[in-house]
């Protein structure tokens, strides 16, 4: 089976733009969840989605929202680009709802907002 | 509110020494126990989990982690390191009720010396 699938790998923006991240889960997982990962914060959790539906959220301003399809791809958005948004976004799939279950991380994708 | 706990930011090795990876935690009850490790420019990679059951849990690469419920610690173990073990160790914990996301301990970086 593939892993999950992130895309774009790198992203270079500015202060003030917007960006929308990709994330294509495992085959058959309906779980999506997104990271943060920065040298400062370690990784910080940024919301679940299962079956198109936001399950939870993490601490983040408004400006980060997300979404789930109907093939349980999903991607996240960032509006109005900080610099202290510089960070690598992961995301993660599990096969049902996070509990017990495993999940299953991609490669990130790198985001450096000049 | 849940948290983990990874003492040492940094640890060292010889190759073919024993290697412990230190891990805490506070949740109330008994929650899921993670441990995922990170390379450079890669996404997390899970190693093991502790469900239910026996306290010693074995997974991938020779690791294994024993859970002390009167310590409340998970602690991940090898036997004998590997240089190719020299990588970002990360801690997890989610607690069995409740719809709370993994949070993550800030990571213990392992160097395995030749």
């Known amino acids: 089976k593939a892993g999950v699938t992130q895309t774009p790998r790198y992203l270079i923006k500015t202060r003030g733009q917007q960006v929308t991240l990709s994330c294509s889960p495992i085959?058959?997982?309906?779980?999506v969840s997104w990271y943060q990962q920065t040298p400062g914060q370690g990784l910080q959790f940024l919301f679940e989605y299962f079956s198109e539906t936001q399950r939870n959220k993490g601490n983040f301003p408004g400006r980060f929202s997300g979404r789930q399809f109907s093939n349980s791809r999903s991607e996240m958005n960032v509006s109005t680009l900080e610099l202290g948004d510089s960070a690598l976004y992961l995301c993660?799939?599990?096969?049902?709802?996070?509990?017990?279950?495993?999940?299953?991380f991609g490669p990130g994708t790198r985001l450096l907002v000049l | 509110a849940q948290s983990v706990a990874q003492p040492e930011d940094q640890v060292n090795v010889a190759e073919g020494n024993p290697l412990t990876v230190k891990c805490t935690y506070s949740v109330s009850g008994n929650p899921y126990l993670f441990w995922y490790v990170q390379y450079p420019n890669r996404g997390l990679q899970f190693l093991l989990k502790y469900i239910t059951g026996d306290n010693l849990v074995k997974g991938s690469y020779g690791f294994e982690a024993e859970f002390n419920k009167s310590q409340t610690s998970f602690h991940l173990k090898k036997p004998s390191a590997l240089v190719s073990d020299s990588a970002l160790y990360f801690c997890?914990?989610?607690?069995?009720?409740?719809?709370?996301?993994?949070?993550f301990g800030k990571g213990t970086r392992l160097s395995v010396i030749a």
């Open positions: 993660a799939s599990s096969p049902d709802r996070v509990g017990q279950e495993t999940q299953y």
């Open positions: 997890a914990v989610r607690p069995r009720s409740g719809n709370t996301p993994l949070v």
């Open positions: 085959s058959g997982h309906r779980s």
